[in-house]
């Protein structure tokens, strides 16, 4: 793991993804990621616990909404609110319509955002920044759109996430398998840069999978399939997979299964009040 990546780093690689591609992968995924999003549900509900409690939200976005679950959750705790539901695949947003969710739905995308300065008292934007070319631009545009005084939360993956994955495939070749994941250090300066009070968090998830074949049905059952620039052309060789497999394996532990850390970022993020 590359321990000394920086925002510029991480942000140049992701901007050689076209948004439309990032966009089909997870619309491909939307039939079935409910079925495969535990850790981001799991993700999600720490992030809605995070939330004060003693503000009262008029206006609230969930930024990268998916198939509505955080929407549903901030439906339920802030019924009175008004509630947009955005999200860069269009099939996500039609699963979410297909929810009891009252919400206005935009397809579009979080480094340019559609909405009027100062709009909303309340965003939730769970595990989407690491798929944004340029995470320093959705801070500038979090500060944007946010009433002052008002409060964005965000998650996202750090950069110890997935280093099963990276040990395994490093025993094939020297290709990107994994992507990469932006450290909590650079966000934060991020935050800072756009002029938002930032509070952080880092918390580990660990997930036990039976083989590298699970790991990959789920991350494709997601659509978190590797996107990075280096990555290798065309389907991995059999031979490298197998491979890359026993080297998985290897790293199982006495519960049966291979741990796999997730690095969760947790960001409060407030706009200053106007004097």
């Known amino acids: 793991m590359n321990s000394r990546l920086t925002t510029e780093t991480v942000e140049g690689s992701l901007a050689k993804i076209p948004r439309d591609s990032i966009a089909r992968s997870f ?14 549900r799991k993700v999600a509900d720490r992030l809605i616990q995070k939330i004060d409690t003693s503000i009262h939200p008029l206006a609230m976005l969930d930024l990268g909404c998916g198939t509505g679950y955080c929407a549903a959750e901030m439906a339920k705790r802030y019924a009175e609110a008004a509630l947009v539901a955005m999200d860069l695949a269009l099939p996500m947003l039609q699963k979410t319509a297909e929810t009891e969710v009252q919400a206005c739905l935009v397809c579009g995308d979080a480094q340019e955002l559609p909405f009027a300065d100062n709009a909303f008292d309340l965003v ?4 989407i920044l690491q798929w944004c070319a340029a995470p320093s631009n959705v801070m500038r545009e979090l500060f944007r759109i946010l009433k002052p005084g008002a409060t964005a939360l965000l998650s996202t993956f750090g950069p110890a996430s997935l280093e099963a994955l990276r040990l395994a495939y490093s ?10 994941f932006i450290p909590l250090d650079a966000m934060v300066e991020a935050a800072h840069d756009a002029s938002l009070v930032c509070t952080a968090t880092v918390e ?20 978190a399939h590797n996107m990075n620039s280096g ?14 497999c026993a080297a998985f394996a290897a ?14 970022l947790y960001l409060q993020l407030s706009k200053p009040s106007e004097e």
């Open 171 to 180: 025993s094939v070749d020297d290709q990107v398998h994994v992507n990469e």
């Open 124 to 127: 939730i934007c769970s595990l």
């Open 231 to 244: 990555r290798p052309a065309g389907l991995t060789g059999k031979q490298k997979f197998s491979r890359a």
């Open 204 to 223: 580990t998830e660990t997930r036990h999978y039976s083989s590298l074949q699970a790991l990959a049905r789920e991350l494709k059952g997601i659509g």
């Open 27 to 40: 619309g491909d995924a939307a039939a079935s990621y409910d079925s495969f999003a535990m850790l981001q």
């Open 251 to 264: 790293m199982a532990d006495q519960q049966g299964g291979v741990p796999v850390d997730y690095e969760i």
